[in-house]
């Protein structure tokens, strides 16, 4: 299975998703926030990234577009409470592989995982 970073500035909804992903036997990384997840990207090189949009210090579109410049083949889901048609548009622009909407149903989360979250 592959190694996944989830970024959320919520260390509750890390710790639920991380733990979810573990039971399942994926290999998790967290972050705090979009500048956090793009030296741990850099560090890790996760098979995919689990993105919140809105944090601190650097939200999850600006994280995203860093790490596409940085690497272009990278995965990353984005994740938002935000289902404005707007803010997924934007993400999928930027290079977002997928899109959940939080709270992230467990079942939705494994499949997105599984789909776009193996090793290439």
């Known amino acids: ?59 999850g579109l600006q994280a995203l577009r860093e790490i596409k410049r940085q690497d272009a083949s990278a995965r990353v889901v984005m994740c938002s409470a935000l289902g404005q048609k707007s803010v997924v548009l934007e993400a999928i622009k930027a290079g977002a592989v997928d899109f959940l909407v939080k709270p992230l149903q467990p079942q939705r989360l494994l499949d997105v995982v599984r789909k776009h979250g193996h090793a290439s």
């Open 1 to 59: 299975m592959g190694k996944i970073l989830v970024v959320d500035d919520s260390a509750f909804a890390r710790m639920r998703t991380a733990k979810l992903l573990a039971d399942n036997g994926f290999e998790v990384e967290e972050a705090a926030n979009g500048a956090e997840a793009v030296r741990k990207y850099q560090q890790v090189r996760p098979t995919l990234v689990l993105m919140d949009i809105t944090m601190p210090v650097m939200d």
